[in-house]
């Protein structure tokens, strides 16, 4: 029994079926564990432990057609860390010798699958292709031509071997027959495309069409507010600026008012002056 880990993070099992070795990474851990997978008991055996400092939010497995034969590289691993570098980590064997060492290095998987997938989805199954590492992996899907099979399309409005004259006079015998026969305004189907097809397009313009007059409208009714907020805000302020106008105006007129007042008792008091001296004069006399 071999306690693995104490902590909750995500576990990362990869396993190499050409060496049957196991490789236990977990997510937030700075080690890689790795065992050896046996048909005897106890069935699992320890080998040894990979150790950071720094710990790991992911790793992913080279294939071993990416894996270096001359130095007895049987695994690579790419290691995100925290501070966001990959590190490369490289698992080799000792060996003395350099050459070709056939008991780590057995038939790998090849790059090409077995099965197709329309092959795979018929249930059909298969080996898996396998090639040697001897002499280095050497790819060969540049010696082959990638074949596209072109398949029918509803967009397409004629087929891949009419011509552009030929579908454009089966354009015109369509709608001349529709035009005979009093049809709905939807086009008669062309090569390739079926009623359904067509009403089913139709249906996804009328619902488009009528999105874009929702949209229409509400961006009329915002543009709408908008103006009434600002004839609001102008109205506001013409309507304190009258009002500022008006008060100084009646402030201008209470000050004029007082001032002729003021002068009015002055003149008063003079003319009552002159008369009392006047009088007093005519006494005397």
């Given amino acids: 029994m071999v306690e693995l880990d104490t902590s909750n993070g995500v576990m990362f099992p990869l396993y190499d079926p050409d060496t049957n070795l196991i490789y236990l990474c977990g997510k937030g851990d700075s080690v890689i564990r790795y065992f050896e997978v046996t048909p005897e008991p106890p069935f699992v055996h320890y080998i040894n432990t990979f150790q950071t400092p720094d710990p790991q939010r992911g790793i992913g497995m080279m294939p071993k057609r990416g894996c270096d034969v001359t130095t007895c590289e049987i695994a690579k691993f790419y290691r995100l860390n925290n501070n966001g570098l990959c ?20 038939d790998t998987l090849a790059e090409d699958a077995a099965v197709t997938a329309e ?61 005979n026969n009093n049809a709905s305004s939807a086009p008669a189907p ?24 929702k949209h229409e409208n509400r961006i009329r009714a915002l543009e709408a507010a908008f ?59």
């Fill in 87 to 106: 590190q490369v980590i490289s698992m080799t064997v000792p060996r003395k010798s350099d050459l070709f060492q056939e008991d780590l290095y057995p």
């Fill in 119 to 179: 092959e795979w989805i018929t249930g059909t199954d298969a080996d898996p292709i396998t090639f040697s590492l001897k002499g280095g992996y050497v790819s060969q899907s540049a010696n082959k031509s990638l074949s596209v099979t072109r398949k029918a399309n509803i967009l397409n409005r004629a087929s891949a071997g009419t011509s552009k004259s030929a579908s454009n006079a089966t354009l015109v015998s369509s709608t001349s027959t529709i035009s």
């Fill in 190 to 213: 062309v090569s390739g495309i079926t009623e359904k097809d067509v009403r089913d397009i139709t249906d996804e313009i009328r619902k488009l069409k009528a999105i874009i007059v």
């Fill in 227 to 285: 103006r009434s907020q600002d004839d609001d805000t102008d109205g506001g302020l013409v309507a304190r600026n009258a009002a500022n106008v008006t008060n100084n105006t009646s402030n201008d007129t209470k000050a004029s008012d007082s001032h002729n007042k003021e002068t009015n008792e002055q003149s008063g008091n003079n003319d009552n002056h002159g008369t009392m001296a006047s009088s007093r004069a005519s006494d005397e006399v």
